[in-house]
Nanobody
Framework: EVHLAESGGNLVQTGGSLRLSCVTS????????MSWLRQAPGKGLEWIAG????????SYADSVKGRFTISQDNAQNTVYLQMNSLTPEDTAMYYC????????????????RGRGTQVTVSS
């Protein structure tokens, strides 16, 4: 059974930092392309970062480029999102998602996705 579990979301002040984690199981993590997505209140799902199967190639949405960093630990089947210089516009539910093998950026679909972790940035 495929399982993705995000954690690390919290309430933080503008300018602060958070590190999100996503622990996975049930699929070949090291040969999968991993993404972070987010959904703000009243808005659609937004792809924000991806790391290619096997790494280290990464890709980012313009909205987070230079502030967020995606990384992975194949030994722990875990993908991370380091978020710096947070603003209220980053307030959203954050999800990790997996695509088996290689994919385009952003991916066209997300076969596997976690339940999310809430990030709230206060002004």
């Amino acid at each position: 059974e495929v399982h993705l579990a995000e954690s690390g979301g919290n309430l933080v002040q503008t300018g602060g930092s958070l590190r999100l984690s996503c622990v996975t199981s049930g699929f070949p993590f090291s040969s999968s392309s991993m993404s972070w997505l987010r959904q703000a209140p009243g808005k659609g799902l937004e792809w924000i970062a991806g790391i290619a199967s096997g790494g280290p190639f990464t890709s980012y949405a313009d909205s987070v480029k230079g502030r967020f960093t995606i990384s992975q630990d194949n030994a722990q089947n875990t993908v991370y999102l380091q978020m710096n210089s947070l603003t209220p516009e980053d307030t959203a539910m954050y999800y990790c998602a997996a695509v088996l093998g290689a994919c385009s950026w952003p991916p066209t679909n997300y076969p596997f996705r976690g339940r999310g972790t809430q990030v709230t940035v206060s002004s």
